[in-house]
């Protein structure tokens, strides 16, 4: 097996059964704020615009590219579509000219001819209705897991499809939180470094669980080269960025006595010969420039960039919009069909730009001008990208606006799961799709277990994560490895957001 490495989470895996190209991505994403760290834009790419098979993970911008698609990939390349229970990802690339589809089941192994793969794929209102997933490619000698974004509450659902001999994993995470939020200086600096030890903790643990002989770090960290968000970028291995870079993920698991992190960058040639594997850069310089001085490599990155980056802002808004007049046109309907999302929320959102002041009120269902009650959660935002959002009618507002950590937030209260999941499922098909999987989780969850004197509801409230093996208990605290939410078990209260709890009971001695 043949793994070329192109940068994020972008491979194309070449086999002698047939060849696969995994979510490529080229193009800034994000209004700009996103650019593929290291760079990847002076590969040559023509080698990889005829693959068997396309795999594309799911609808993230910095997995699907739909623009570099278009222009470099042969559109009789087959696609490996994972089992999402919407069509969004399956309609996209056909409105690209992908018109062959391979149907894969979850978690099913599929033999295309001697090659092997397995498409785990999730659905979790958490994941949004664009759903997210992982592959698993095999060529009888030797199989690799592609887990990229994805996180599997179960170790079991992981190892099922093994033994592996490389895992290329995510660690460092796509999020705004907390760098966006407008907490004081000593909360922001306590939250974010709790935040990168998270991240870091959870991708160690899939790494511990997978046992594979070469691990790959990947997708992630991106780079931030606008000067807007500049700042994002972890420079020095700062304790409190929450995008660390590859080398610091290999130092974190080097310290853990994991020896089988494996440093790769846009170009480097995997050969995998089962659990052997041997590695070439592009150039000697490849594999350490990146990191070697990293300011100096993004303010180079960044001047090439200057013209594209212009021209990104230029480009946010053509007209002034009446955002509350196509705001209240667009959200109001879907208000109506989403009480229990809006149950969830609860309250007052506000979108406020210099000049206007916009009241999303899921009690009443409304949208209107912001009268100054209180909000739950308000979003202070540069108009423009308002503009452009309502214009360019963006069905997920998390993978734009939200990613591009272009905003500063304000939250009343813990995490509200509720109201990142609206601003994913901006249209009736997704918010429909929403409040089905929610009356899904309502009804099936009845699962137990019993540790320590509790008995608990098995799987996480949050995005349902096995707790007995993700739960770990100190006290009368329950704590979810997967995100590390916390729940008080006297009371079931959760400790980290406002809109959860969990069913728990005392076992009598």
């Known amino acids: 097996m043949r793994i070329t490495f192109l940068g994020h989470v972008g491979m194309y895996v070449d086999t002698a059964h047939g060849s696969v190209l995994c979510d490529p991505w080229f193009t800034p994403a994000y209004f700009g704020s996103w650019f593929p760290f290291p760079r990847n834009d002076t590969l040559d790419v023509?080698?990889?615009?005829?693959?068997?098979?396309?795999?594309?993970?799911?609808?993230?911008?910095?997995?699907?590219?739909?623009?570099?698609?278009a222009a470099h990939v042969h559109k009789d390349a087959r696609v490996l579509l994972p089992e999402f229970r919407v069509p969004y990802l399956e309609r996209e690339l056909r409105a690209i000219g992908f018109s062959e589809f391979v149907r894969t089941r979850h978690g099913e192994r599929h033999d295309l001819d001697g090659l092997e793969v397995a498409v785990l794929a999730f659905n979790a209102p958490a994941d949004g209705p664009l759903g997210d997933s992982a592959i698993v490619i095999g060529d009888g000698e030797t199989r690799m897991l592609n887990?990229?974004?994805?996180?599997?509450?179960?170790?079991?659902?992981?190892?099922?499809?093994?033994?592996?001999?490389?895992?290329?994993?995510?660690?460092?995470?796509?999020?705004?939180?907390?760098?966006?939020?407008?907490?004081?200086?000593?909360?922001?600096?306590?939250l974010a470094r709790a935040k990168r030890r998270n991240q870091l903790d959870r991708a160690r643990q899939y790494v511990e669980w997978v046992d594979a002989p070469n691990v790959f770090p990947c997708a992630g960290?991106?780079?931030?080269?606008?000067?807007d968000v500049f700042a994002l970028n972890d420079l020095d291995g700062d304790e409190t960025n929450i995008f660390p870079d590859q080398l610091v993920f290999l130092g974190e698991l080097a310290d853990r006595g994991i020896t089988t992190g494996r440093l790769v960058v846009p170009g480097s040639v995997i050969e995998l010969h089962g659990a052997r594997a041997e590695i070439t850069h592009e150039h000697s310089a490849a594999i350490t420039e990146?990191?070697?001085?990293?300011?100096?490599?993004?303010?180079?990155?960044?001047?090439?960039?200057?013209?594209?980056?212009?021209?990104?802002h230029a480009g946010w808004s053509r007209r002034r919009l009446d955002l509350v007049a196509e705001l209240k046109a667009w959200f109001e309907p879907l208000l109506t069909r989403a009480p229990i999302t809006s149950t969830g929320v609860g309250g007052v959102i506000v979108l406020r730009t210099a000049d206007e002041e916009i009241a999303v009120d899921f009690v009443a269902g409304e949208v209107r001008p912001w009268q100054g009650e209180p909000a739950i959660y308000r979003l202070d935002v540069d108009r423009r990208l308002l503009e452009a959002c309502v214009a360019r009618h963006y069905e997920d507002?998390?993978?734009?606006?939200?990613?591009?950590?272009?905003?500063?937030?304000?939250?009343?209260?813990?995490?509200?799961?509720?109201?990142?999941?609206?601003?994913?499922?901006?249209?009736i098909e997704r918010i429909d799709h929403v409040e089905r999987c929610y009356q899904v989780?309502?009804?099936?969850?009845?699962?137990?277990?019993?540790?320590?004197?509790?008995?608990?509801?098995?799987?996480?409230?949050?995005?349902?994560?096995?707790?007995?093996?993700?739960?770990?208990?100190?006290?009368?605290?329950?704590?979810?490895?997967?995100?590390?939410w916390q729940f008080d078990l006297p009371t079931g209260r959760c400790l980290t957001s406002d809109d959860r709890t969990i069913r728990c009971q005392r076992l009598t001695p």
């Open 46 to 69: 023509a080698p990889f615009s005829s693959p068997d098979y396309l795999y594309i993970s799911h609808l993230h911008r910095d997995h699907f590219d739909p623009e570099w698609l």
């Open 147 to 190: 887990q990229n974004d994805a996180r599997p509450g179960s170790a079991a659902e992981l190892l099922r499809l093994g033994p592996f001999d490389a895992q290329f994993v995510q660690f460092s995470g796509a999020i705004w939180y907390p760098v966006a939020y407008d907490f004081p200086p000593d909360e922001m600096t306590k």
């Open 221 to 227: 960290p991106p780079a931030f080269l606008d000067d």
């Open 290 to 312: 990146p990191f070697a001085d990293k300011r100096s490599y993004l303010a180079r990155y960044r001047a090439d960039w200057k013209d594209w980056l212009a021209a990104e």
């Open 397 to 427: 507002w998390v993978n734009s606006l939200f990613l591009s950590a272009r905003f500063v937030a304000h939250r009343e209260g813990g995490f509200n799961e509720y109201v990142m999941t609206f601003f994913k499922s901006l249209s």
């Open 441 to 484: 989780q309502r009804d099936d969850a009845d699962e137990w277990f019993e540790r320590d004197g509790w008995r608990i509801e098995r799987y996480c409230p949050h995005r349902q994560a096995d707790l007995i093996e993700f739960g770990d208990i100190d006290g009368d605290v329950l704590t979810c490895a997967l995100h590390h």
